[in-house]
C-alpha cells in the first residue's frame, strides 16, 4: 500500500506561486497524478507525469502556469504553480496511477493522498 502526503499549500495573492510537494511512503514505477476540488464541485484532473519523468499532460486550464515534476530518489513529486487566479483555490490531491503513462482519469488512480488546500485571494 502506497501512502501519499501533501504538503505546500497555502494562501497565496493572484499573481503569486506555490510548490506542492507528494512524498510517497515507498518508491513507485508508475504515472503520479494531482488533481483538485473546489467547494461543491467534483474532484478534477490538473496534471499527471509518468514514472521516469519524461512525460507528462495537463489540464487546459493549467496549461503554461503549471509544472508537475518528480524526483524518483527522493520518492516525490512536486506541482509548481505561477501567476495563480483564484479559481485555482481547492483542495489539491496527488494520487498514484496503476500506468506507467500520463493518465487524466480518476478511475486509473490507485491510492491518494489526504490533499492541501489553496486559497488564491484576489
Known amino acids: 500500500q502506497v501512502q501519499l502526503v501533501e504538503s505546500g499549500g497555502g494562501l497565496v495573492q493572484a499573481g503569486g506561486s506555490l510548490r506542492l510537494s507528494c512524498a510517497a511512503s515507498v518508491r513507485t514505477f508508475s504515472a503520479m497524478g494531482w488533481f483538485r476540488q473546489a467547494p461543491g464541485k467534483e474532484r478534477d484532473f490538473v496534471a499527471s507525469?509518468?514514472?521516469?519523468?519524461?512525460?507528462?499532460s495537463y489540464a487546459d486550464s493549467v496549461k503554461g502556469r503549471f509544472t508537475i515534476s518528480r524526483d524518483n530518489a527522493k520518492n516525490t513529486v512536486y506541482l509548481q504553480m505561477n501567476s495563480l487566479k483564484p479559481e485555482d483555490t481547492a483542495i489539491y490531491y496527488c494520487?498514484?496511477?496503476?500506468?506507467?503513462?500520463?493518465?487524466?482519469?480518476?478511475?486509473?488512480?490507485?491510492?491518494w493522498g489526504q490533499g492541501t488546500q489553496v486559497t488564491v485571494s484576489s
Open positions: 507525469v509518468n514514472w521516469n519523468g519524461a512525460s507528462t
Open positions: 494520487a498514484n496511477s496503476y500506468t506507467s503513462n500520463p493518465s487524466i482519469h480518476r478511475s486509473e488512480y490507485l491510492h
